[in-house]
């Protein structure tokens, strides 16, 4: 019994022994006919956000250099480096006591400038008119004197034709007096040379007269009326030329202070000099007073940020334009990234794009481009992009690498497939397609791509399987089952 019972346990085995090896036969064939699985992802439509990767380098607004406003003396200096400024914060301090020496000397000047003006212009008026009275005077004694010279050589011609008129008549008895003198003579020749008494007579008769003639004109010379003037005439005469006299030294001192005025009295270009200087004396007190106020208010932040550079000390003098703090201003936050010759003719001004940094991510999009490329740590020829972070409240760490999507292009409703499925070659793009369980190499033309996916111009139709695994030349033709 106990071998009959050994033999039934050993066949057993080889019976339990010959199924195992049946399945796993029977499992070897059925693996052989059945093909392997492989991924793959149906083509569809949806839509395409082409873009450009990159990885970038954080920035902001350039550091600014804050300078001294005013010349003077800093009596504090409120800040130290790397710390942080809110947009109005005093940064410094300055000493007033030289700013309001400034305006008081400055009010000074403009007084001493403005007093000199008024004086100017005073004195000037006062020998403007001294010189119109002077110019309306003597035109007046002008008139009146050429008035007196005309009365006058009025009565000096009359006089004159009046001494004229008494020597004419002085001559003329002269000459008969001359005459009846030679007829005298010749009378009393014949009266001495009578021999009758009618001779006698007659001669001594003509003797009588001649002699009475001569008397008569004697008389007449003697008794003529010398006066080239009348008493009235000669009265009027000295009149006029005392006049003549007191108008001509009238004329005389208005001839005087006229050119006396002229001499005083200051140009317009002068007096628009003494203008301009108080006018410059304003500005300068204007500015004084403005550098007082700019002062007294001391010097402010003007943007939010971090004191990268403290340049100065309290006590230091220093000097309007004069650089005193260094600020990185907490503002105008960007990625800056090198992008290839390959892609920058898709990049444009104003394209949206997301800038990841760590866990986070920011809206931005494409502020400039650079003209000039510039040669990366591969020595390669790249275009600088800088992609600006749209959330005001941003405040990413300067100096940090960020992960930058440009997206260049986006279509809607085209055909796409992953990535993941697209290879390119010499010949250009292609993938592997699952057409009836078999692995089939298919040429397509792609368009745009990002995010994952690819636009897929020609070569694919809607629904085809491409592979989504990588696949070798040698598995090409062969069979397979979608996963």
């Known amino acids: 019994m106990k071998k009959i019972k050994e033999l039934f346990e050993k066949r057993k085995k080889l019976f339990i022994t010959l199924c195992i090896a049946a399945v796993c036969v029977i499992g070897i064939c059925i693996y052989m006919l059945i093909p392997d699985s492989i991924a793959v ?43 942080a400024v809110v947009k109005g914060d005093v940064l410094a301090t300055y000493d007033l006591t030289s700013f309001e020496e400034s305006v008081e000397s400055a009010q000074i000047n403009k007084k001493y400038y403005q007093d000199g003006y008024n004086a100017a212009v005073s004195k000037n008026n006062e020998y403007k008119e001294m010189l119109n009275v002077a110019q309306v005077e003597g035109e007046a004694n002008k008139y009146i004197y050429a008035g007196l010279l005309e009365s006058r050589d009025t009565l000096e011609i009359n006089k004159e034709a009046r001494s004229q008129e008494i020597q004419y008549k002085i001559n003329q008895l002269e000459a008969q007096l001359v005459m009846l ?69 009238f004329w005389s001192q208005n001839t005087e202070a006229a050119n006396i005025a002229k001499q005083a009295i200051v140009s317009d270009s002068q007096i628009a000099q003494y203008s301009d200087s108080i006018e410059l004396a304003k500005l300068q007190e204007n500015q004084a007073s403005r550098d007082l106020e700019i002062a007294t208010g001391g010097l402010q932040a003007s943007y939010d940020g971090t004191i990268l550079q403290r ?104 055909l796409t497939v992953t990535d993941k499925a697209v290879y390119t070659d010499d010949k250009g793009s292609y993938v592997y397609a699952l057409e009836d369980g078999v692995i089939t190499r298919k040429d397509v033309t792609c368009g745009a791509s990002g995010d994952g996916k690819v636009e897929i111009i020609e070569g694919l139709s809607e629904n085809q399987q491409v592979i989504t695994e990588p696949v070798t030349v040698d598995e090409i033709g062969s069979r397979r089952v979608a996963k």
Do not use: W
Request: glycine content about 6%; aromatic content about 4%.
């Open 311 to 414: 340049l100065v000390d309290p006590g230091s003098i220093v000097t309007a334009g004069e650089p005193l703090f260094v600020i990185q201003p907490s503002s105008g936050y960007k990625a800056n990234v090198m992008v290839s010759r390959f892609d920058i003719g898709k990049v444009a001004i104003g394209q949206k794009a997301e800038i990841v940094i760590g866990d986070t991510t920011y809206e931005g999009e494409v502020s400039s481009i650079s003209p000039v490329a510039q040669t990366d740590a591969s020595n390669k020829p790249k275009v600088k992009v800088c992609v600006s972070i749209n959330d005001d409240s941003a405040k990413p760490t300067i100096g940090l690498e960020a992960d930058v999507k440009i997206y260049t292009e986006e279509k809607a409703d085209v």
């Open 181 to 249: 003198t030679s007829q005298l003579s010749s009378a009393q020749v014949e009266l001495e040379g009578a021999e009758t008494d009618e001779a006698k007579a007659n001669a001594s008769g003509k003797v009588s007269s001649i002699t009475s003639q001569i008397a008569s004109n004697r008389q007449a010379l003697m008794s003529m009326d010398t006066r080239t003037m009348t008493m009235e005439e000669y009265t009027v005469y000295l009149e006029v030329l005392r006049h003549l006299d007191l108008i001509d030294r």
């Open 41 to 83: 992802e149906s083509v569809s439509k949806g839509n395409v956000r082409a873009c450009v990767a990159e990885v970038g380098t954080i920035s902001a607004d350039d550091a600014i250099t804050v300078y001294s406003p005013v010349s003077g003396k800093l009596s504090d200096v409120l800040f130290n480096n790397d710390e």
